[in-house]
T-cell receptor
Framework: GQQVMQIPQYQHVQEGEDFTTYCNSSTTLSNIQWYKQRPGGHPVFLIQLVKSGEVKKQKRLTFQFGEAKKNSSLHITATQTTDVGTYFCRDSGSARQLTFGSGTQLTVLP | DSGVTQTPKHLITATGQRVTLRCSPRSGDLSVYWYQQSLDQGLQFLIQYYNGEERAKGNILERFSAQQFPDLHSELNLSSLELGDSALYFC???????????FGEGSRLTVL
């Protein structure tokens, strides 16, 4: 079946630089959830987006849902070493809700 | 603390053996999910239960089985273990089978 693809797979940034990860689908997404997994940790829910074009912010994190509901992005402004981890997206409102995107592994260099 | 409890945290065993991983969901959550995560890999969905019934199955091997008990805790049984089964096994729960997933800290299985 159709999968939710995430890009990039890996991203290394210098502390203070911005970071963006994208979640893309060839079919319409129902709802999008984002999770963060710290190294050695378990995935932790960050946010859910439901509406077309929705934008939500959590401090330095900005989440967007595309107008066509076929993509979503997570943008981190001025990364810090605490942002290190793998970010996963998940289509949470459809039959694909059981699977996660492939994840983007973020490394922040001090 | 997510409220999801997994035991054991670590397990080392030999090829051909059988192990059981246990998960207690968050209080009030009816749905339990099992995921497998190999080293630096993504989250591979294994199976989902809702209120004691199997709801969905992913690419779970025939050597693996699971169940959810009346008290809603779940067990994942892995048999005839192979080296490639070494991984982190996560349990997650949700209230109604949709919505936010709460993950346990995982059970790290090493097969030697």
């Amino acid at each position: 079946g159709q999968q939710v693809m995430q890009i990039p797979q890996y991203q290394h940034v210098q502390e203070g630089e911005d970071f963006t990860t994208y979640c893309n689908s060839s079919t319409t997404l129902s709802n999008i959830q984002w999770y963060k997994q710290r190294p050695g940790g378990h995935p932790v829910f960050l946010i859910q987006l439901v509406k077309s074009g929705e934008v939500k912010k959590q401090k330095r994190l900005t989440f967007q849902f595309g107008e066509a509901k076929k993509n979503s992005s997570l943008h981190i402004t001025a990364t810090q070493t605490t942002d290190v981890g793998t970010y996963f997206c998940r289509d949470s409102g459809s039959a694909r809700q059981l699977t996660f995107g492939s994840g983007t592994q973020l490394t922040v260099l001090p | 603390d997510s409220g999801v409890t997994q035991t054991p945290k670590h397990l080392i065993t030999a090829t051909g053996q059988r192990v059981t991983l246990r998960c207690s969901p968050r209080s009030g959550d009816l749905s339990v999910y099992w995921y497998q995560q190999s080293l630096d890999q993504g989250l591979q969905f294994l199976i989902q239960y809702y209120n004691g019934e199997e709801r969905a199955k992913g690419n779970i091997l025939e050597r693996f089985s699971a169940q959810q008990f009346p008290d809603l805790h779940s067990e994942l049984n892995l048999s005839s273990l192979e080296l490639g089964d070494s991984a982190l096994y996560f349990c997650a729960s949700s209230v109604d089978g949709t919505g936010e997933l709460f993950f346990g800290e995982g059970s790290r299985l090493t097969v030697l």
